[in-house]
């Protein structure tokens, strides 16, 4: 409802009880402060009501601007704000990755996933990721079966200990925290995170890890959960 809106509702109220021989127009203006002329012109639409005066004939009613709505008008105006919000949709890899997987060579455009973010369009890099369960990644991914992957070249090679990423073992694309040490970089589980000994080295140089880090998981959820609020679908990383 807009301030014109709750203005011509209310001197329609007004009128109403001066028509029906409640008031007259000048103990109106004594009650509420202001001249009779001025009443007048503001009840015959010459001169519009000012947000001050407006209150002031709220006060005298014990009235609120909610006062001046149809139930109809407020049921309407909450199933709007109720209303579930629209955001961008990611594509999808054509295969989920995991323990016995390939990294995709594609992507399905078709198979969409509402981004986990507010966001009207999607950033460049971005891809979801079904997940196939890894016993020795569980603690980490616990219950996910999708991941909001982050694909970009900056991502991949500026690798942070505190991150989560895909990377190349073999013939898999799998899920594995990566730590830097004196001679590179390693692989690092869930299983392994408190014995360095087992950690896999990669044999590689800076420049040359985005031939095995394929990107950088920035968030994990449940594809069943896509319909729930943003704060229910998964967490971030």
């Known amino acids: 409802m807009t301030f014109q809106d709750a203005q011509l509702k209310l001197l329609a109220y007004v009128r109403d009880r001066i028509q029906n021989g409640e008031w007259t127009e000048r103990g109106f ?23 001050e005066i407006l209150e002031s004939i709220l006060k005298y009613f014990h009235m ?6 149809t139930v109809d008008e407020l049921e309407a105006n909450l199933k709007e704000r109720r209303a579930p919000e629209h955001f961008a949709e990611v594509a999808s890899l054509e295969a989920a990755i995991g323990p016995g997987m390939p990294w995709p060579a594609a992507i399905n455009w078709r198979h969409r996933f509402p981004l986990p973010f507010r966001s009207q369009t999607s950033p460049a890099g971005l891809v979801m990721a079904r997940l196939v369960a890894d016993p020795h990644m569980y603690a980490t991914l616990g219950d996910s079966d999708i991941a909001l992957l982050d694909t970009s ?42 014995s360095p000994a087992q950690w896999e080295r990669l044999r590689v140089v800076a420049s040359e890890l985005t031939k095995i880090v394929k990107a950088r998981v920035r968030w994990l959820g449940r594809e069943r959960d896509r319909d729930l609020a943003l704060y229910q679908r998964g967490r971030f990383l």
Request: hydrophobic share 35%; net charge positive.
């Open 153 to 194: 070249g900056r991502s991949r090679s500026h690798i942070s200990p505190e991150g989560l990423y895909v990377v190349i073992q073999g013939d898999e694309a799998l899920l594995r925290h990566v730590r830097p040490g004196a001679q590179g970089y390693y692989l690092v589980t869930d299983t392994s995170m408190a």
């Open 64 to 69: 609120s601007l909610l006062d001046l709505a």
């Open 29 to 51: 203006a004594r009650r509420i402060g202001i001249s009779q002329p001025h009443v007048h012109n503001v009840l015959k639409g010459v001169r519009n009501l000012s947000p």
